[in-house]
């Protein structure tokens, strides 16, 4: 029967080793680092989303403003009424969209997802 040796042996580990382990742990950072620069990219996407959708409503409400007056202007003129009308109702339906795409938005960063 074969004696038992419980001497400690050295790990012989060879350069290649060495360097495929670091290899490996690199691997895994720059995954990690992948992940969270993709997740802070969509982020980043969508609040400039957000403030595009502001800006859309913000120019829609200037322009709606902008032809109540000209209702005052032409309040005698029945064509000139009906284009109003027109045009206000139109930019209503835009403003109408907008808005629902930023309650989808106020959604997102009411639940802290943005």
Known sequence: MPALNFKERIID??????????AVLFAALSALYSRWSAKEAIKANDIGRLNELLSFRQHY???????????????????????????????DSKLREVGSE??????????NKI
């Open 13 to 22: 580990i060879s350069t290649s080793d060495v360097i495929a382990v670091i």
């Open 61 to 91: 409400l200037e322009l709606k403003q902008n032809q109540q007056k000209m209702a005052e202007i032409l309040n005698s003129s029945d064509s000139g009424m009906q284009a109003v009308r027109e045009k206000h109702a139109d930019l």
């Open 102 to 111: 930023l309650e989808q938005y106020h959604s997102k960063v009411i639940s």
